[in-house]
């Protein structure tokens, strides 16, 4: 029978044996001494010959070597380059942030209030807006049925010691409110549609309408232009002359150069002393002719100048011409 071991099975079972290798003998041999306990484990008793400190017989004692300095460590690297502006971002301080939010949004503001409301404000003619009229004359020296000169030298008509306002034409403008001018010291109805109120100096208040250009469509309250009189006035006759000043003022500064007028009106005002004059205007634009309405009112307020009402509507605004006559019937003094 063969030796099992010897056979090569295919498909051995899980039970079948393994084929036993034996090593042959080797005289490398590796011995490891054990070390002695109990009283054996104790050093062995010096030598009475030998001197102390001294090395034992057979082994020569060696100097004490002082270790080698270490190396100085290497330089840390420098950082990494960092980014551009936009990595720098994450390290400005959120105040810092807030502030300047802040100085922009206030920049973008202002720029912005500009832009919107640049077009209101108002284009004064360059000569012919803030033109002082010749002083108020006293009592003694009222103009009364004779024409009064221009500064120019041009003439106006004689204005009629009374004459009654006519009905103009259009379709009159609602009255939403009063305007009441404390720097003038009078008050007046204050127009609605298509009436806006809007800065316009010389004058302390102004109703506007359409575009701000010569010939003005304009409402307006200020004390008469020009210096103060060298005495109050006091008779009828006295505030139609200062009457004609303040429609002669409004012709210079409200229409183009050359226009004239005829008186439409002439009256007393309504409340406390004063007058008022109504006149019609003619005057040339664009190369043809046209007209408007217009009127003035002076108004005795506690000073020795008069307060002055004064409205002009161009042919343009013809449809509104109505409206003077609202202001005639309501301009009161405070």
């Known amino acids: 029978m063969a030796d099992v071991g010897d056979q090569n099975h295919t498909n051995d079972a899980p039970t079948a044996p393994f084929r036993k290798i034996v090593l042959p003998p080797t005289d490398e041999t590796i011995s490891f001494r054990r070390a002695p306990t109990g009283a054996s484990a104790q050093p062995p008793a010096p030598d009475p010959g030998q001197r102390p400190g ?12 002082p270790l080698p300095p270490s190396p100085p460590l290497p330089p840390l690297p420098p950082p990494p380059p960092r980014g551009g502006l936009l990595s720098r971002i994450g390290d400005i301080p959120i105040k810092v942030v807030y502030l300047l939010g802040t100085i922009l949004a206030t920049v973008l503001a202002v720029l912005l209030v500009f832009v919107i409301f640049s077009g209101d404000v108002p284009h004064q003619p360059e ?58 010291g009078i008050s007046y109805p204050r127009l609605g549609k298509p009436w806006v109120a809007k800065s316009f100096p010389p004058f302390s208040v102004a109703q506007r309408s359409g575009k701000v250009a010569v ?17 109050k006035p006091s008779t009828d006759a006295d505030y139609r002359a200062v009457a004609v000043l303040a429609a002669r003022w409004t012709l210079r500064t409200q229409y183009p150069k050359g226009a004239t007028l005829t008186w439409t009106g002439s009256q007393k005002t309504p409340v406390g002393k ?54 005639v019937t309501k301009v009161r003094p405070l």
């Open 54 to 65: 001294s090395a034992p017989p057979g082994r020569q004692s060696e100097p004490v070597r």
């Open 127 to 184: 000569t012919d807006q803030v033109v002082p009229v010749a002083p108020v004359p006293s009592a003694s020296g009222a103009v009364s049925g004779s024409a009064s000169a221009s500064p120019s030298g041009a003439a106006l008509p004689a204005a009629p010691a009374k004459k009654a306002f006519p009905k103009l034409s259009g379709k009159a403008s609602a009255a939403i409110g009063t305007i009441t001018d404390d720097n003038s």
């Open 215 to 231: 010939p003005h469509t304009v409402i307006a309250s200020a004390m008469l232009p020009g210096d103060d009189p060298a005495a």
């Open 274 to 327: 004063g007058w008022t004059l109504g006149f019609e205007v003619g005057y040339t634009q664009a190369g043809e002719q046209r007209q408007g309405q217009a009127m003035v009112s002076v108004l005795e307020v506690g000073k020795t100048k008069p307060a002055m009402l004064m409205a002009s509507i161009p042919e343009s605004g013809k449809a509104h011409w109505v409206d003077l006559n609202t202001l």
